[in-house]
């Protein structure tokens, strides 16, 4: 039996990461695909600088051993020039990387001009002096910026401008060790250049495609969530109210023919309400869709006129108890005042379609730390036991298609509240649905209502 291959890595598609199939390739085995500029001048920024500001330290220290083996004249001139012209180079990379990096990257040239600067210090220097180190930094920038092809000619370029400076100091004491160890740096430092560039690629790369799957898993939570939120607003809203509108117009058909006119005319009167409703949940849907809001609505103002409607299109008694302190009056959100005021409607539904109340109060208090409302009723209950979000009997009512209940847990983790459905207290029937908000801050009330 062959061995079990080793997993690949995921990799997203269309990346610079898919572009090579099979385990990850070795640091050092070819070059890694370059990805967006972007990502080269962030992943070589750190690096880059500190080689350049170790090569200002060096030029800086060996332009006098320079200045000083040059003879009077054109060639003193000619190496202070080179020696100004590489520290100012370096300092401007250092200095200025975002704006000279992608040059140096675009046009290796610019690379060969610098290499040509220091030659001539290193010339009249001797490879013995601090400028010989000068002749590792380009080998390690070049296979930090170019790969392995760049690494390899300015490494070639850099050995024999160190030999033709052997050369000139070979009667020196300590030239041919210095010009053989410096030989083997640059060949080490090449290929530590291009190991590090590769490494840093292949990392941005790989944080790109990470990012790209966060930001795809982002948007995927954001829809679910939506539509979890269109769900319930459907259901809250225009589906009830057309469901209601469907029974109303079928009774009114199946009684037309017995119905006197007066009847006749408030059962139609019924469902052209029933019509205009479903029409105006509609627009309050569609400017929510479109991220446009109505003006600021007042918690006790909306359940209050809530209260009443339910009370009219029912005919059950329905109360609503309040603070009677106005300047307690708590100011909340539009969308808490929506979610709280959605939530009280549903209760109230369930209260007159499935548990058959004939009584229903809700109860609005400002506490210490929390505003609680309560929708209690004295129909038939959920049975023994509360009903919290995080419940199984919450679950079994979800796999029944209790929409309903599933929409009130889902509006209350939504505002930060505690949901709590109860039956009433043992000997009395009904149902407590008990909604926990935090504190919200009191305001006063205008002046026109301290006036009323």
């Not at 005919?315 to 929506?338: F, S």
């Not at 409607?345 to 208090?365: D, F, I, K, Q, S």
Request: proline share 8%; net charge positive.
């Amino acid at each position: 039996m062959p061995p079990a291959r080793p997993p690949r890595p995921l990799r997203r598609p269309g990346s610079p990461l898919a572009t090579r199939p099979g385990p990850w390739p070795s640091a050092i085995e070819d070059d890694a695909p370059p990805p967006s500029l972007r990502i080269q001048l962030s992943a070589l920024q750190a690096l880059c600088r500190q080689v350049f500001g170790a090569r200002l330290a060096v030029i800086a220290l060996g332009v006098p051993f320079a200045m000083s083996g040059a003879a009077d004249g054109a060639p003193r001139y000619a190496v202070l020039a080179a020696g100004v012209l590489g520290f100012m180079g370096s300092y401007a990379m250092l200095r200025d990387w975002e704006r000279f990096g992608p040059r140096v990257l675009a046009h290796p040239t610019l690379m060969g001009l610098d290499l040509l600067v220091g030659s001539i210090l290193l010339l009249t220097a001797s490879p013995a002096s601090p400028l010989g180190y000068v002749a590792v930094c380009t080998p390690l920038l070049a296979g930090l910026l170019y790969g392995w092809r760049g690494a390899g000619v300015f490494t070639g370029l850099q050995i024999v401008a160190l030999l033709t400076a052997y050369r000139a100091w070979e009667t020196r004491p300590g030239s041919a060790s210095s010009t053989a160890l410096l030989a083997g740096f640059c060949v080490a430092a090449g290929i530590i250049g291009v190991t590090l560039r590769n490494l840093m690629f292949r990392f941005g790369s790989a944080t790109r495609a990470l990012a790209e799957a966060h930001a795809d898993l982002a948007v995927r939570d954001a829809v679910e969530s939506e539509r979890a939120r269109l769900a319930r607003e459907m259901h809250d809203s225009v589906a009830k109210t057309l469901h209601g509108l469907a029974l109303s117009a079928e009774a009114l058909a199946a009684t037309a023919d017995r119905t006197d006119p007066q009847t006749l005319r408030h059962r139609a009167e019924e469902v052209a309400r029933a019509a205009r409703r479903a029409a105006a949940e509609s627009r309050t849907l569609l400017h929510d869709l479109r991220g446009t809001t109505g003006p600021g609505t007042d918690l006790l103002v909306e359940l209050d006129a809530l209260v009443d409607d339910f009370r009219t299109r029912t005919g059950l008694a329905a109360t609503l108890r309040t603070d009677p302190d106005p300047l307690r009056r708590p100011a909340l959100a539009d969308r808490v005042v929506h979610e709280t005021a959605t939530i009280v409607a549903e209760a109230l539904e369930n209260a007159h379609r499935h548990a058959r109340a004939t009584h229903v109060t809700v109860t609005v208090t400002l506490a210490a730390e929390a505003l609680a409302v309560s929708v209690t009723d004295d129909g038939s209950g959920l049975g023994t036991g509360p009903v919290t979000p995080d419940c199984a009997r919450l679950a079994a009512l979800r796999a029944r298609g209790r929409f309903g209940l599933l929409g009130m847990a889902e509006r209350a983790a939504a505002l930060g509240a505690a949901l709590r459905i109860a039956p009433a207290p043992a000997g009395a029937p009904g149902t407590t649905v008990h909604l926990t908000l935090p504190r919200p801050v009191p305001r006063p009330l205008p002046e026109a209502d301290h006036a009323r």
